[in-house]
């Protein structure tokens, strides 16, 4: 440990940039040649701030930047991958998350988020705007990963409406030993977003922006009977919900297709496949039995349910108060 006490040239960390991509510069700048000197020096562990997309040993990285950047806490809400997530996790477990990151490592936090489970792959690959990319060298002569282009359900660039493009590593996150920054290496592989038409960047759209909400929402504010509950109330407004609380399958496939028409092949929502062809996966969750879900079944639902985030929000809290009301009143 007493390697952390070596001075080091410390980039400012961007607001909407990732911390794995802030250790990159951090690596660069100092000019180490192994990534798991910088990894040890900024988090007493070879390969923590190798991973891109979970934290861990967050309190010796404060410790070690005197929290000029913000707390623990604030780091791995705003610059990883668990803002997306927390949101829909219950608070208790929201807070053991939490704790969790600042001294341990994150290596079953996938598990405990129910990602594997989910059907939506467990690896969050790399993902870039060429406008970003080109805007953030000639602000900065360097690019950096964008937090907002990372959750799963952004495939477009929420500021450009730019299809994201994908890097493309060999190696799963867990073996990375060196960073890979956007324009960086003119060797790096990049596959490009599949060609689809106007009315599917609008829904791409709205998913991103409707994402980047998600992720400023605080961990364990969306409680999952609430949530279902209002999402039954949006399907009755499309009367895909009978008043007896039935669902129209047929009418509901007939919506889905309609509503996502040409994406349901899209690398990262094959979920759509699964809710047209067998069984209707996004709509269990208005059953209020239903475990977690991954954040972008329920974006992917809450998209075609309702108008904007805003509307959304309106609805979850007129539910709420009415659950909260009614258990009042039976009390």
Not at 20 to 47: C, E, M, Q
Not at 146 to 152: A, L, R, T
Not at 254 to 264: A, I, K
Not at 314 to 325: A, G, M, T
Request: charged content about 20%.
């Amino acid at each position: 440990m007493e390697a952390a006490n070596i001075a080091f040239n410390l980039p400012v960390l961007r607001l909407d940039e990732t911390l794995y991509s802030w250790n990159g510069f951090v690596h660069f700048w100092n000019f180490d040649i192994k990534a798991v000197n910088t990894s040890l020096r900024l988090y007493g562990s070879p390969y923590a701030a190798l991973q891109h997309d979970f934290p861990s040993h967050l309190s010796l990285l404060t410790e070690f930047t005197e929290t000029q950047f913000g707390s623990a806490i604030d780091l791995a809400l705003k610059h990883t991958l668990l803002g997306y997530y927390l949101p829909l996790v219950p608070l208790d477990l929201s807070r053991r998350i939490l704790s969790s990151v600042q001294s341990t490592s994150a290596s079953h936090m996938k598990l405990r988020l129910g990602i594997p489970s989910s059907r939506l792959g467990a690896n969050h690959p790399l993902k870039a705007c060429t406008e970003c990319i080109r805007e953030d060298i000639t602000r900065y002569d360097s690019a950096y990963w964008h937090v907002s282009h990372q959750y799963p359900s952004v495939l477009i660039c929420p500021k450009h409406r730019c299809p994201l493009r994908t890097l493309q590593i060999k190696a799963t996150p867990v073996r990375h030993r060196k960073w890979f920054i956007p324009g960086f290496d003119p060797e790096d592989v990049w596959v490009d977003f599949p060609t689809v038409g106007p009315a599917q960047i609008e829904r791409l759209h709205k998913l991103a922006d409707l994402s980047v909400c998600l992720a400023r929402t605080r961990p364990g504010d969306l409680e999952h009977v609430t949530l279902a509950t209002t999402y039954r109330t949006g399907l009755r407004d499309l009367g895909i919900l009978t008043h007896s609380g039935n669902l129209r399958l047929t009418d509901l496939r007939r919506w889905v297709v309609d509503y996502y028409t040409g994406l349901e092949h899209i690398q990262g929502l094959n979920v759509l496949i699964a809710t047209t062809h067998t069984w209707p996966a996004l709509l269990a969750l208005s059953q209020k039995t239903y475990p977690i879900g991954h954040p972008c079944k329920h974006l992917l639902l809450i998209c075609a349910l309702f108008k904007s985030w805003t509307d959304f929000e309106w609805r979850y809290q007129i539910e709420k108060e009415r659950l909260v009301d009614a258990t009042t009143e039976y009390a």
